[in-house]
C-alpha cells in the first residue's frame, strides 16, 4: 500500500503533524486498524435520555384502575382548556392565523429566534416604563415548554442547582435533570396562599446555585403572589445574586379581586429571563408559540446569555411561521371581551369547586386566585383505606369515574389538582361525586368524634 504524510509545522499552539493516509491499493490502514475489533450491536440510550423522567406520566401511566363503567368518566386532570369545547379561542385569533395562511407569506423558515416583525410586535405588546423590551429582547419558541428548556440550558450546567417550588410544575425537574442540572426544592405554603417560604428558599443557595423558578400565578396551586411577596423574592434574589426564571404563562389570568405584577416590573437589579406565550391567555395550546423576554437592565447577562439562547434555538429553527404571521393582529385586535369573559368563567368555577369541596368532611380546599387550577388538601388520617393521595384518587377514578392529579406529581402528597375549566354542569357532578366518595370513606380520628358530630 501507499500512503502520503501531509505535515505542517507548528504554528500558534496548532498540531505539528497533519497525518493523513491516501490508500492507493491493496488492503486499506482502517481495516488493518479495525482487525481487533469483534464487530457487534449494542446500540445503547444516550445518558440524557435515561436522565429523562416525567412524574406525572411516572404515576399516571401505573395507575391500572379502570373508570366505573357505570358513570360517565369526568377528567379535571388534563391542564387544557379546549378539551371540553366550552372555551374555543376568540374568532379574531382564529381569523388572524386564516389570514397568515392565506397570504402565502410564512411557508418558509424564519430565523430561529423568530421574524423580527413579530418580535417587534411581542416587544410593544409587554413593554412598559418599569420593565422596557425592544425586539432584541424576545426570542420566540415553540411554546413555553420550550422558552423554560431555552433558559435552564443558558444558565445552568451539568453539577449545578436550579430552585423549584414545591408544589410545582413537574416540567421543571424533567427538564433539569435530563441535562445533569440538580433539582433544590423550595416550599409553598398552603396556609398563606402558596406564598413562598422565604427563609427555607434562601437558606438552599450555594456556590452552585444557577437559578430560581418563580412560577406566577401558579400551576398547581392558582395562587398569585402580591406585589408585597414579590418584592420580598426579588430581594432574596439580589442579595444572593442569582437569576430568576419567571415562567408567566399564566399572567394577567388573575381573577378580579387579585392583580397579576409581571416580576421584572418590579426591580432593575435582578435578570430576569420572564417565559410566556398564547397557550393559556389565548387558550391555544396546541399552536406551540412561546417566548422569552430578556430583562437586564444592569446588563448583568451581557452578550453572553443572549447569544447562548440564540445558539440554542438554532437547535430547532425556531416555532411555527404560520402562528409567527399572526401574531400582530392576536396580540392587538383579540378584544378584552374574550379575556373578561374567560376569567369570569374560570373564577365562577373556582368559586363553586372551593364551595362545594370546603363543605366536605375531610377536604381542604385552598382557594385560588387565577390560572386553572384548584389544589385540595386530603387530611389523610380521615381516610384509613387510603396509604396516600395516589390511592385516593386511583379509588376515585375506579368507583366515581372522576379523575384528578394526585399532587404526589407535584412533589407535595395527599393534596389532589382540579383544573377548572370543564363545563360547569360537569363541575357540579364531579363535585357531588367527590362528595359521595368521601362521605363512603371518612372516618372521625381517635379522640375527635365530638368534633365529627358537630
Keep these: 500500500m501507499d500512503s502520503y504524510v501531509i ?3 507548528d504554528n500558534g499552539g ?5 497525518d493523513v493516509h491516501v490508500s492507493t491499493g491493496g488492503r486499506s490502514s482502517v481495516q488493518g486498524k479495525m482487525k481487533g475489533r469483534k464487530a457487534r450491536w449494542d446500540v445503547r440510550p444516550s445518558d440524557m435520555s435515561n436522565r429523562t423522567f416525567n412524574p406525572i406520566r411516572a404515576i399516571v401511566d401505573n395507575m391500572k384502575v379502570k ?15 379546549t378539551v371540553f369545547g366550552n372555551l374555543p379561542t376568540d374568532p379574531e385569533v382564529t381569523q388572524a392565523m386564516k389570514d397568515a395562511l392565506d397570504s402565502g407569506k410564512y411557508n418558509g423558515y424564519a430565523p430561529s429566534i423568530g421574524y423580527l416583525s413579530s418580535r417587534e410586535e411581542v416587544a410593544s405588546y409587554y413593554h412598559c416604563a418599569e420593565a422596557p423590551l425592544e425586539a432584541k429582547d424576545v426570542i420566540l419558541t415553540s411554546g413555553c415548554s420550550q422558552a423554560i428548556e431555552l433558559c435552564l440550558a443558558v444558565l445552568a450546567n451539568p453539577g449545578q442547582n436550579i430552585l423549584v417550588p414545591r408544589p410545582g410544575f413537574s416540567l421543571y425537574r424533567t427538564l433539569a435533570e ?7 426544592l423550595y416550599n409553598l405554603l398552603p396556609e398563606k396562599s402558596w406564598e413562598i417560604d422565604l427563609k427555607q428558599m434562601e437558606s438552599l443557595i450555594d456556590e452552585k446555585t444557577a437559578c430560581l423558578i418563580v412560577n406566577n400565578p401558579s400551576n398547581p396551586c392558582g395562587s398569585v403572589f402580591s406585589k408585597r411577596h414579590l418584592q420580598k423574592i426579588l430581594a432574596v434574589a439580589e442579595r444572593q445574586c442569582v437569576p430568576i426564571l419567571a415562567d408567566e404563562i399564566y399572567g394577567d389570568m388573575v381573577f378580579s ?8 416590573t418590579l426591580s432593575t437589579n435582578v435578570p430576569i429571563l420572564s417565559c410566556g406565550g398564547l397557550a393559556k391567555r389565548w387558550l391555544v395550546p396546541g399552536w406551540r408559540m412561546g ?10 447577562f451581557g452578550n453572553q446569555i443572549r447569544d447562548g439562547l440564540v ?12 402562528v409567527q404571521g399572526a401574531l400582530k393582529s392576536i396580540l392587538h385586535r383579540t378584544p378584552q371581551e374574550f379575556y373578561h369573559e374567560t376569567l369570569s368563567f374560570l373564577k365562577s368555577n373556582a368559586d363553586l369547586c372551593y364551595g362545594a369541596l370546603a363543605a366536605i368532611p375531610g377536604l381542604q380546599p385552598v382557594h385560588p386566585s387565577g390560572a386553572m387550577y384548584l389544589m385540595v388538601g386530603i387530611e389523610i388520617d380521615h381516610f384509613p383505606e387510603f396509604e396516600n393521595d395516589v390511592e385516593f384518587t386511583e379509588r376515585l377514578v375506579a368507583e366515581q369515574s372522576v379523575h384528578c392529579l394526585p399532587a404526589t406529581c407535584f412533589e407535595y402528597p395527599n393534596f389532589f389538582r382540579v383544573v377548572i375549566t370543564v363545563p360547569k354542569v360537569m363541575m357540579l357532578e364531579a363535585c357531588s361525586r367527590i362528595q359521595e366518595f368521601c362521605e363512603q ?3 372521625c380520628a381517635e379522640g375527635s368524634q365530638e368534633e365529627c358530630d358537630k
Excluded: F
Design 7 to 9: 505535515q505542517a509545522n
Design 14 to 18: 496548532l498540531p505539528s503533524v497533519l
Design 67 to 81: 373508570p366505573n363503567p357505570n358513570k360517565t368518566v369526568i377528567s379535571l386532570s388534563i391542564g387544557d382548556p
Design 178 to 184: 435530563s441535562m445533569g442540572i440538580e433539582v433544590k
Design 257 to 264: 379581586d387579585h392583580k397579576y405584577e409581571p416580576l421584572a
Design 291 to 300: 417566548w422569552i423576554l430578556i430583562h437586564d437592565r444592569r446588563d448583568i
Design 311 to 322: 445558539k440554542l434555538s438554532q437547535r430547532i429553527l425556531g416555532p411555527c411561521t404560520i
Design 441 to 443: 370513606y371518612y372516618h
